[in-house]
């Protein structure tokens, strides 16, 4: 019954990754209206949105928002889907090349520290981005000169990167949802203010 009535082509799903029909801002200022709105605790959401951006420094395609869940449970924080998901915006087309690459490179040093075999394929930015949807696959076929490197820089990156994406997130959501109660406070006192004057009389 709700389902389109011409379905989107895989070119279009791309598309819309890359450029969303509504635009990017509108796009954020629509999911930024959804966190405020939610019950949850300014702490809880931070730690869903903050869990979804560390994991956006590893190649787990599929798996950010499923690990960002899981890392809120282990720590006994709310689980909080449209949180963990919109944590995840940080990882996109245009921030994965230098995402991932950054994690190589950590997982590459790290490897090379401990005696393994150096990499013998070359992974740069540029290839991050020639390999589009194709990323995972290339990652997966060169399992040990790059899919696990870049896990374990990865893995390294989102631990580091966490406390800063949870501050960063705590305080946003605490001051969004600060102002949206006092907006909702003005709007209820004017209403009240309205309906105590009553009709004049003439």
């Known amino acids: 019954m709700f389902q389109r009535r011409h379905p989107e082509s895989s070119l ?17 200022k629509y999911y930024r209206s959804r966190i405020i709105r939610l019950s949850a605790s300014a702490e809880s959401i931070a730690v869903n949105l903050a ?6 420094f590893t190649p787990f395609f599929g798996l950010h928002v499923f690990t960002a869940l899981g890392f809120a449970w282990l720590i006994g924080v709310k689980m909080n889907l449209v949180a963990a998901m919109v ?5 996109n087309p245009w921030t994965f090349p230098f995402l ?14 401990i005696g393994s075999q150096e990499s013998t394929v070359a992974f740069t930015p540029d290839i991050v981005e020639q390999q589009g949807d194709n990323l995972f696959t290339f990652l997966w076929q060169n399992f040990s000169d790059l899919f696990i490197p870049t896990a374990i820089g990865g893995t390294i990156l989102a631990i580091m990167s966490f406390p800063f994406y949870y501050i960063l997130y705590f305080y946003l959501v605490r001051g969004a949802q600060r102002a949206r109660k006092l907006r909702m406070k003005r709007r209820q006192k004017a209403l009240f203010n309205r309906k105590s004057k009553g009709p004049k009389i003439k």
């Open 87 to 91: 944590g995840t915006f940080v990882g």
């Open 51 to 56: 869990g979804g951006s560390a994991m956006s």
């Open 100 to 113: 991932l690459f950054s994690s190589y490179s950590l997982g590459e040093f790290i490897l090379g520290v």
């Open 12 to 28: 279009d799903k791309i598309r819309q990754i890359i450029w969303p029909k509504m635009g990017w801002w509108r796009l954020l």
